[in-house]
């Protein structure tokens, strides 16, 4: 009998588990319809209820960037920890377990979580930029939040997912542990938004920026350093 | 290639099994039988790497390798295949579609008509396993799927666990000869209480 065979690559499993998850999205639309339901129904609520006009001027940046992170956060939390828990239920997990190296199903888990959330943002943003008259002096510093704010977001709730799956209240269990490791980086983009909606200078922006890439760089690389004890124990 | 274990036993809170010892070698298929609830399945999904054991060990020692040598199963995953009923593939996707799948996250190259060979092999035509979904398959269907699953990457310890549950005679069939093509490559352990399952081993484990 031969010796054994070397483990699988880490990138051909991150794809295939990233295009396995896009797919069964597609075909399902569980994590898809819950996200953009609940997106769209906040920002409905939010937008008759507080709306363009009903904010003096100076207030209207500071609760603009709160009210859009509310959404995107509760966004994340409604959708992201399927991830995870789905396979848990399903039974699925084992049979992933047995194939994939586990950076790999980490990995694209989290490229399809931030993919998912993408589309959402892109989705909201704009609506909500219309429908709240929300004025954005500095385009790129925002965009730049955005996608640093999501990947921070959709990292977090991935890894979380994965912590909380074989638990018996995962629902609660997801909430409890998400909401203290989100919360740093939120207040960080609320207030960046808020600077990008009143100043029209990049550079007052960047310590945010900074900010939020240290906090990626380092719930990421925390999760691939524990997912394997998470995800074989 | 073979299989040893010594003294494994797994508890959760009060004992799954064990204390168990064992020694097989390739070409030979050893039976796990026993009771409801003897904890077969736990033993079988400990010797699949997915639960660590309590006490004891099993290793996997392939050719030239000795006694201080050896692999925990957990180690290798790409040399075992496990098929049981608590095994769930994806039911949104078809059974082509996840054996591919599979394929992939395994790094291999995914070959389209090898993995339709296989199902065909398991006796599925075409219409079941390329165009309906996992999940719209009869659960005898879905145990042809789970067997073309466990032996789709030819690994050298294949577990089975209940393989004839819910086949009917034909598919019996596609177990025997399953069980007969892992003779030529590696080792089969099957845990079950059917008598026609356990026909087809060569050494017995009676857990109580």
């Known amino acids: 009998m031969s ?18 998850e896009l797919l069964a999205e597609w075909r399902t639309r ?24 009903r904010l003096s001027p100076e207030d209207r940046p500071t609760v603009n960037a709160v009210l859009l992170w509310i959404v995107l956060f509760f966004s994340a939390m409604t959708g992201l920890s399927r991830t995870f828990v789905h396979e848990e239920d ?7 377990r047995l194939s994939a190296p586990p950076p790999g199903v980490l990995l694209g888990k989290l490229f399809a979580n931030v993919v998912l959330l993408g589309a959402v943002t892109a989705f909201i943003v704009p609506l909500f930029v219309v429908f709240m008259g929300f004025e954005i002096k ?26 909380v799956s074989k638990a018996s209240a995962k629902g609660a269990l997801f909430a409890v542990l998400a909401i203290p490791l989100l919360l740093p980086p939120l207040v960080g983009c609320v207030l960046a938004t808020r600077v990008a909606a009143t100043q029209a200078d990049f550079s007052a922006g960047v310590d945010f920026l900074r900010l939020l890439v240290a906090y990626d760089g380092v719930v990421t690389t925390a999760a691939f350093l524990l997912f394997d004890a998470v995800w074989r124990e | 290639m ?16 064990g204390p168990v ?7 030979r298929v050893l039976g796990v039988a026993g009771e409801n609830g003897s904890g077969k399945t736990t033993l079988l999904k400990t010797l699949a790497g997915l639960i660590r ?10 050719d030239g390798e000795e006694a201080g040598d ?23 996707l078809t059974a082509e579609e996840n054996l591919i799948f599979f394929e992939r996250v395994r790094g291999r190259a995914a070959q389209l008509s090898g993995v339709k060979a296989l199902l065909a092999e398991v006796g599925l035509p075409e219409s079941s396993y390329s165009k309906k979904a996992l999940g719209a398959l009869s659960t005898g269907q879905r145990q042809r799927v789970k067997l073309a699953f466990a032996t789709l990457h030819e690994p050298d310890l294949l577990l089975l666990d209940e393989p004839g549950a819910n086949l009917d005679e034909a598919g019996r069939s596609i177990v025997q000869k399953v069980v007969s093509e892992q003779r030529f490559r590696g080792i089969t352990v099957i845990a079950s209480n059917d008598p026609r399952d356990l026909a087809l081993t060569d050494e017995r484990v009676t857990l109580s």
């Open chain 1, 3 to 20: 010796a054994p065979r070397p483990a699988a690559g880490i990138l051909p499993a991150a794809i295939a588990v990233f295009r396995r």
């Open chain 1, 30 to 53: 569980v994590a898809v319809n819950s996200l953009f339901l609940f997106a769209f129904a906040v920002l409905v609520l939010v937008a008759y209820v507080v709306g363009p006009t």
């Open chain 1, 90 to 96: 399903a039974g699925t997990a084992a049979a992933l």
């Open chain 1, 138 to 163: 500095e385009p790129l510093l925002f965009v730049l939040l955005l996608l640093l704010g999501i990947s921070g977001l959709a990292s977090a709730s991935t890894f979380t997912a994965a912590l």
């Open chain 2, 2 to 17: 073979r299989l040893v274990a010594e003294n494994l036993s797994r508890s959760f809170g009060r004992r799954a099994f």
């Open chain 2, 21 to 27: 010892s064992f020694r097989i070698e390739t070409g």
């Open chain 2, 53 to 62: 054991p309590s006490g004891g060990y099993a290793k996997i020692f392939f």
């Open chain 2, 70 to 92: 050896g692999h925990e199963p957990r180690d290798i995953p790409w040399s075992i295949g496990w098929c049981a009923p608590d095994l769930s593939l994806y039911g949104e």
